[in-house]
């Protein structure tokens, strides 16, 4: 049931078209990695290089005719400051050690709290579709969704690319390797779909849109089962 308003969207369009809806499958050929992991992180500090061992002995210092003078004790201690009162604002995740955490598009359309940071902690505007479209607010993007397709192959990608990323923003998930799009072999990361996806969002054929939407829906659920590291609730819309 959870892909039921992509299916009816693209069979409308590929109607539009003139197709019958089984002579167009926008998956065929697209390779999904079997188990998606995260690609290897290049480490946060370059090494540091040691010199090798001097084969000569250290200089050797005269003892100290006298001992060096002493400071005083500090005869009252430090000031400490005062505990913070609020809580540190939360780090985005770490994209070298974080589960496959996703959420579909009916999640962000009805958590307008989690996109601006006030469940969760971490604010994920302004967020753009491409060159040509930019949301600056929770409202905005949830206007998005709730807009229908109808067949409109442009908007069916766009709601399945915003989803994703407001995954990879919230979630840290754009270092996972998840699908070859492309069929050359090499599987794509999340990062590098979402970037192909901006590309077809705003120049790309229908069919090119289409394949794309249906590869960035599999990623929306793909980890739509695990658990969230907060309570997201937002003004009695609850959620998973």
């Avoid at 065929?28 to 480490?43: D, I, S, Y």
């Avoid at 070298?96 to 006030?118: M, S």
């Avoid at 807009?147 to 994703?164: D, E, R, V, Y």
């Avoid at 980890?223 to 969230?228: R, Y």
């Amino acid at each position: 049931m959870r892909r039921t308003s992509l299916t009816v969207a693209v069979t409308s369009l590929v109607l539009l078209l003139g197709c019958e809806p089984a002579s167009f499958d926008p998956l065929r050929g697209v390779t999904f990695a079997l188990t998606p992991v995260p690609e290897p992180c290049a480490p946060a500090d370059p090494p540091t290089l040691v010199a090798p061992p001097s084969t000569e002995p250290p200089p050797t210092e005269p003892p100290p005719t006298e001992p060096p003078p002493t400071d005083p004790p500090p005869s009252e201690p430090p000031p400490t400051d005062p505990p913070p009162t609020d809580p540190p604002p939360t780090d985005p995740p770490d994209e070298c050690n974080v589960p496959l955490l996703t959420r579909t598009q009916g999640f962000w359309k009805n958590h307008t709290c989690v996109i601006d940071g006030v469940v969760g902690g971490l604010s994920l505007l302004p967020v753009s579709l491409g060159a040509t479209t930019t949301f600056d607010s929770s409202l905005e993007v949830q206007a998005y969704f709730k807009t229908p397709p109808k067949g409109n192959a442009q908007i069916i990608l766009g709601h399945q690319l915003l989803a994703a990323k407001l995954n990879a923003k919230a979630f840290g998930i754009g270092n996972y390797i998840f699908a070859d799009v492309d069929a050359d072999g090499d599987l794509e990361t999340v990062d590098e779909i979402l970037a192909l996806g901006d590309v077809a969002f705003d120049a790309g054929d229908d069919e090119r849109r289409l394949v794309l939407g249906a590869v960035l829906d599999e990623l929306n659920n793909a980890g739509d089962g695990a658990s969230l590291p907060f309570e997201p609730a937002c003004g009695g819309q609850g959620g998973k």
